[in-house]
């Protein structure tokens, strides 16, 4: 018995992007010479809270019901158990997990891979 999770998620945030930070700058400037190397460490101590807050929400992934069709197809579920066969022996997938079980051809996808469809 071999089992595939056949799914596809969206980020719920986009990924991280460049950003001009020239604010921080100012701000550190502000702080004066005298205190250079305070004003390194917050600089790198701001920039480092940014880059982790950013790097959190790009983590964030949820189920893409846009696509499901698509994703849930025949010929993308059969593509998807090809792909896993080299890892079972050559055997097809017996059973497929999906996000949507009522979207796209899953249940036709499954009976093709038991051979009950030609």
Request: glycine share 10%; hydrophobic share 40%.
């Amino acid at each position: 018995m071999f089992i595939i999770n056949h799914n596809l998620d969206v980020q719920v945030f986009p990924p991280p992007r460049p950003r001009n930070l020239g604010w921080l700058d100012s701000f550190t400037s502000a702080i004066g010479a005298e205190v250079d190397h305070a004003k390194d460490t917050i600089t790198s101590a701001i920039q480092e809270g940014i880059n982790r807050g950013e790097a959190a929400l790009s983590s964030i992934l949820v189920p893409d019901f846009i696509h499901a069709p698509e994703t849930n197809s025949v010929g993308s579920i059969v593509a998807d158990s090809n792909g896993c066969a080299p890892f079972s022996g050559g055997k097809a997938t017996n059973f497929v997990m999906l996000d949507f079980v009522d979207v796209g051809e899953g249940l036709k996808a499954v009976d093709y891979l038991n051979g009950l469809l030609s």
